[in-house]
């Protein structure tokens, strides 16, 4: 076997859906997974990217992909064990959609002291609490199957199969993650057919299978991916994305007739703060692809997408570096701080920027002020406690040695920081009474 493909997780690939409610994200991945086509052969070549994206990144129109740099992957199994986590199962359907208003509301754990009727704030903090417990399922997940990889020098699919559904029922025992979430991804996995033919339902017992493992969910915030991607990188697993590009207005028409339909806002508000995958903003999103949601998929399309998949299989994420215990975490009191520092910074300035602006169009009196800086400096407090509590996804603050890379990854925090910022005024001054 090729030297690449000796570290256990390289036989594993993390896939990552992204796109708006009604994009065609679930449709696509039953297309993907009952494709005659999982055998294909990738045409050697350049990969043709979409115009907005690096030249790492592949789309639907593209006529090749580059698979020349080493040996196909999935051609390694003869038919790669495929594993779907649909998000919309795990996740009580009457929870809040994860939107830049309702899932970013709660703000210290102090907040979440009520009784929970009708409060945005606790059903947001439960939300969140379901990814969290979704993404530690998938964790342990990875960890026993790459632990069977390093034990066996290949698996069957039926030995993959055997090791997911052992890990969920010593889940279910162990009670340490949310029994709901398990026993919904459990179920899932048990209806699923691993990508062979549903008429030969008989898993496979000979030949060496590498998994993929798509994750269905709209990921619209780079964070929410990026969360993912730390995943691959620990346990040395491919990483791909596949995001669905769509109009608002398909999107929201699809969702009419969809039998549990999104919320209209929620779409809008998601369409408006999509962070779309850019290889430029984030090296680490290199295999994305792009997926034109308005056509029909053709066969042709379904081979450019697994092709992507081949490529990110083929280079697996960077590891860690080991670093001491004590270091780690004084380098993450560091990055704390520094993020608090700059998003401190950010938000004085609007603060300066909101009373400035208050003061030149409405002529407010001293004690109108007075108030106005009271509230803008306890939303301030506010969003300063859910970085700090971790409760508040931020994109990340880098230091590298391109300075423009630097500042572009800067404005996106500090752009970040005041849109949120004026979003949670705007709220506040629609629950005051006038």
């Known amino acids: 076997m090729d030297d690449k493909y000796q570290h256990p997780g390289c036989c594993i690939c993390l896939v990552v859906m992204c796109g708006l409610p009604g994009a065609g994200k679930t449709t696509l991945t039953k297309k993907l997974i009952s494709c005659n086509s999982l055998n294909f052969k990738c045409t050697s070549g350049s990969a043709t990217s979409s115009s907005d994206t690096s030249t790492s990144t592949c789309d639907t129109s593209a006529s090749?992909?580059?698979?020349?740099?080493?040996?196909?992957?999935?051609?390694?199994?003869?038919?790669?064990?495929?594993?779907?986590?649909?998000?919309?199962?795990?996740?009580?359907?009457?929870?809040?959609?994860?939107?830049?208003?309702?899932?970013?509301?709660?703000?210290?754990?102090?907040?979440?002291?009520?009784?929970?009727?009708?409060?945005?704030?606790?059903?947001?903090?439960?939300?969140?609490?379901?990814?969290?417990?979704?993404?530690?399922?998938?964790?342990?997940?990875?960890?026993?199957?790459?632990?069977?990889?390093?034990?066996?020098?290949?698996?069957?699919?039926?030995?993959?199969?055997d090791n997911v559904i052992s890990t969920l029922e010593t889940l279910c025992e162990e009670n340490a993650i949310n029994g709901t979430v398990v026993e919904a991804i459990r179920n899932a996995i048990m209806k699923q057919t691993w990508g062979s033919d549903p008429e030969e339902m008989d898993l496979k017992q000979e030949g060496c299978e590498c998994?993929?493992?798509?994750?269905?969910?709209?990921?619209?915030?780079?964070?929410?991916?990026?969360?993912?991607?730390?995943?691959?990188?620990?346990?040395?697993?491919?990483?791909?994305?596949?995001?669905?590009?769509?109009?608002?207005?398909?999107?929201?028409?699809?969702?009419?007739?969809?039998?549990?339909?999104?919320?209209?806002?929620?779409?809008?508000?998601?369409?408006?703060?999509?962070?779309?995958?850019?290889?430029?903003?984030?090296?680490?999103?290199?295999?994305?692809?792009?997926?034109?949601?308005?056509?029909?998929?053709?066969?042709?399309?379904?081979?450019?997408?697994?092709?992507?998949?081949?490529?990110?299989?083929?280079?697996?994420a960077p590891p860690y570096q080991e670093i001491d215990t004590k270091e780690q975490e004084e380098s993450r009191k560091a990055s704390l701080a520094s993020v608090l520092h700059q998003a401190d910074v950010t938000l004085r300035k609007s603060v300066a920027e909101m009373i400035k602006t208050n003061k030149s169009q409405n002529q407010p009196s001293k004690l109108e002020l007075q108030q106005l800086a009271r509230t803008l400096n306890g939303l301030r407090t506010e969003i300063l406690n859910e970085i700090r509590h971790n409760q508040l996804d931020v994109p990340p603050i880098l230091t590298c040695e391109d300075q423009e890379t630097q500042q572009t990854q800067n404005k996106n925090f500090q752009d970040f920081i005041r849109e949120h910022f004026r979003i949670r005024y705007t709220d506040v001054r629609k629950e005051t009474p006038r």
Request: net charge negative; aromatic share 8%.
């Open 64 to 161: 090749t992909c580059d698979t020349s740099t080493s040996t196909s992957a999935l051609m390694m199994a003869k038919t790669p064990s495929i594993l779907l986590v649909q998000f919309d199962d795990i996740i009580p359907r009457e929870l809040p959609v994860n939107d830049r208003v309702a899932a970013r509301q709660d703000t210290d754990d102090r907040s979440d002291k009520g009784d929970g009727i009708g409060n945005n704030k606790a059903s947001s903090t439960i939300w969140k609490q379901y990814r969290k417990d979704t993404h530690s399922v998938i964790e342990r997940l990875l960890n026993r199957v790459t632990q069977s990889y390093k034990n066996s020098e290949c698996l069957t699919q039926k030995s993959l199969h």
């Open 211 to 316: 998994l993929v493992l798509i994750l269905d969910d709209n990921m619209f915030y780079r964070s929410m991916r990026f969360e993912y991607y730390q995943l691959a990188r620990k346990y040395g697993t491919g990483f791909a994305q596949i995001y669905l590009q769509c109009p608002v207005s398909i999107a929201m028409a699809r969702n009419e007739s969809r039998e549990y339909p999104v919320a209209m806002d929620t779409i809008i508000n998601m369409a408006s703060n999509m962070e779309v995958p850019d290889p430029v903003k984030a090296p680490w999103e290199e295999y994305t692809s792009v997926v034109n949601a308005e056509k029909q998929w053709s066969e042709d399309d379904l081979k450019r997408i697994w092709c992507v998949v081949d490529q990110a299989l083929a280079k697996p």
